[in-house]
């Protein structure tokens, strides 16, 4: 069996003395994965850097088999960003998120595209921060767990909704929402486009927001964790922002 497809590198671990086990997320086939023969020589190894964008090709002899990878690289996106540890970061929580969210070989072109637009931002935008965010809350959505921020849980309002309900996932009014407030997560405006420029607390309560769907919704169901790259991520985030991640 054989197959060629874009993809993109999300994570990759060694094998034996010289190969890579690396894991890409292709426009077409999904999530996948294959062995890489010498994936450890450093040129090798440079050209399947996590983010950057390949013409990979997968063989093997039967589909359930791991296969082998090989690739031609199109763009060298982790380059971009080695002076911005940041950016790296970011770069690093996406890619993880992709690797341990999407279930493997099942074709996902919106999380793929979405991805790819997060890491040409990271490159060349100064709204990456928020284009991490959008990538979060479209991964939620193609996982099947997206939020409803559209009207008031409780009174159907499509006004003043500044809290999110954390059984629910949907939106709910000032109102309707003050006597639980505590136990209610917050709703920053730029998620429902009413605020053009969002504050960084704006933006860590966005990633608070979608770091609890994807852990309750998404990871917690099979007893695992939110990646620790993505932890790392915030975490450096908020000390950026001078706010307690929490």
């Known amino acids: 069996m054989q197959w060629s497809d874009e993809g993109i590198v999300l994570a990759s671990r060694a094998h034996g003395e010289r190969a890579l086990v690396v894991q890409v997320l292709t426009r077409e086939h999904g999530r996948h994965a294959g062995l890489l023969r010498g994936g450890q020589s450093p040129k090798i190894r440079a050209q399947w850097q996590i983010g950057n964008r390949l ?18 690289l199109l763009e060298a996106h982790a380059a971009k960003l080695l002076d911005d540890r940041l950016r790296l970061a970011a770069l690093a929580a996406a890619a993880s998120l992709a690797a341990a969210a999407l279930p493997e070989r099942e074709p996902h072109p919106r999380a793929y595209r979405g991805l790819l637009h997060l890491i040409e931002a990271l490159a060349a935008d100064d709204r990456w921060a928020i284009a991490y965010v959008e990538w ?10 997206g939020l409803d921020l559209s009207s008031c849980a409780a009174t159907g309002a499509t006004h003043d909704l500044v809290f999110v309900s954390p059984r629910s996932g949907q939106a ?25 420029t969002p ?9 608070r927001l ?33 706010i307690p991640a929490s």
């Open 210 to 242: 979608a770091g609890f769907f994807l852990e309750q919704r998404v990871f917690a169901p099979h007893q695992r964790k939110l990646p620790a790259a993505r932890s790392r991520y915030v975490d450096a985030l908020a000390k950026v922002f001078a």
């Open 199 to 207: 504050s960084p607390r704006d933006v860590l309560d966005a990633l």
């Open 172 to 196: 709910v009014s000032a109102a309707a929402g003050a006597p639980y407030r505590e136990k209610l997560l917050p709703l920053p405006g730029f998620l429902r486009g009413e605020s053009a």
């Open 55 to 72: 013409v990979v090709t997968w063989r093997a002899r039967l589909a359930e088999h791991l296969g082998f990878l090989t690739g031609e």
């Open 136 to 145: 979060e809350m479209m991964l939620l959505e193609e996982l099947g767990f």
